[in-house]
């Protein structure tokens, strides 16, 4: 490895903290053990095997992904337990059942009484494929996607999805989206909604004479603030490995806690308009504004300290364009312009660290100094 410190990269780059990381990792599978469930980590955020290596060295045996080039990359280095956990789109069925064949443990997730029809039709249509494994996915908030808890339409899916010779039904699942913008104890009292709706469609599939193993669970705010999850098999989250500031403003983590970062190059600076110019833009940052509107906005993202990482005063970027962002004061206070040459470095947080870490290739790896230990690559993108 010729990339030694942070001089040595091209900027922007992505930082990764491997000290943060392994402490949010240890975190959750902490909490996981405490309310008595399996953690199957989502590895749409950091979409690398060398982060989901250490997620099972602290106890994970499953992940999520978010699209089938997560699952083929992953599968490819011998992680086999793998949800699929987005609606499926039945073009989709050739190449989940080529995983399968392959020896993938690939479970996938309809969301709906078509979703259902169209899924066993196309696993039917394949000619000597395995069987696909499907999740139903509930509704329990109006929050995103998800067949109504109560609906007679689950028991139709399931039955579906049970009784093809091309498909299985592995359970169900729901997505507390709903959780984030939260406080902790309004995420509480969401989980609790959400366990006691998941209990009571497994007890209405079970009676029905339909298998119900699988009863996943997900956020990362859902999970952090649940008082219990009993009668849930698995938690799935994802963001908490890496924390953003979204994630910080709302109770989730601490700022210090923040373990992915982008290194910028400090391109100019101007006193007439107090400000500096970055080459850190809407496509290294991410155009996520879901801090904007709360005491915690935070723009384009929390301007720190290269070295140490630490924020630098109340400084943030405060405007994108596609490849420049300026940084300034939130409070408009006198930015001290000499502390930053041109030249010199800076690291900036993300708001929502999916968006900001899918621009780039690869993370350089620091252990909370200046120093490279490592770069980690990721996988990006849908193509096979």
Not at 160 to 178: C, E, K, N, P, V
Request: glycine share 8%.
């Amino acid at each position: 490895m010729s990339v030694k410190t942070l001089a040595d990269l091209q900027t922007p780059a992505l930082l990764l903290d491997r000290t943060r990381l392994q402490a949010n990792i240890d975190r959750m599978a902490a909490r996981a053990a405490e309310l008595g469930v399996a953690l199957r980590p989502h590895l749409k955020t950091p979409k690398s095997v060398s982060v989901a290596r250490l997620m099972q060295r602290a106890g994970a045996t499953g992940f999520n992904v978010s699209t089938l080039k997560e699952a083929e990359y992953f599968h490819a280095a011998g992680i086999e337990d793998l949800f699929y956990c987005v609606p499926f789109a039945p073009l989709k069925a050739a190449r989940a059942a080529a995983l399968v064949a392959d020896g993938c443990n690939l479970t996938l997730m309809t969301d709906s009484l078509d979703g259902a029809r169209a899924a066993v039709a196309a696993a039917e249509a394949l000619p000597d494929a395995p069987p696909l494994s499907f999740a139903l996915e509930i509704d329990v908030d109006g929050y995103r996607s998800g067949t109504p808890a109560g609906s007679p339409d689950i028991l139709q899916a399931a039955g579906l999805l049970h009784d093809s010779a091309a498909t299985r039904f592995a359970g169900i699942m729901s997505y507390a989206g709903a959780s984030y913008g939260k406080t902790p104890a309004e995420a509480a009292d969401l989980t609790e909604a959400h366990r006691q709706q998941l209990a009571a469609t497994r007890a209405l599939l079970l009676e029905a004479g339909l298998p119900c193993s699988m009863v996943s669970f997900g956020s990362t705010p859902a999970v952090l603030h649940a008082r219990k999850l009993d009668g849930i098999s698995e938690a799935r989250c994802g963001i908490y490995a890496f924390q953003d500031l979204f994630q910080a403003g709302i109770g989730a983590c601490r700022i210090e806690d923040i373990a992915v970062s982008v290194l910028c190059s400090v391109l100019s600076r101007q006193p007439q308009y107090n400000r500096l110019v970055i080459d850190a833009g809407g496509l290294a940052l991410s155009k996520d504004r879901s801090t904007a509107g709360k005491p915690f906005d935070a723009c384009y993202g929390l301007v720190c300290d290269a070295d140490s990482g630490e924020p630098i005063d109340d400084l943030v970027v405060t405007t994108v364009s596609q490849e420049i962002g300026l940084v300034s004061s939130r409070s408009g206070a006198p930015l001290a312009l000499e502390r930053f040459a041109v030249g010199g470095l800076v690291r900036v947080l993300p708001n929502h660290a999916d968006m900001t870490a899918a621009a780039y290739e690869s993370y350089a790896v620091v252990d909370g100094s200046a120093a490279i230990a490592d770069i980690w690559s990721r996988t990006n993108r849908w193509d096979p």
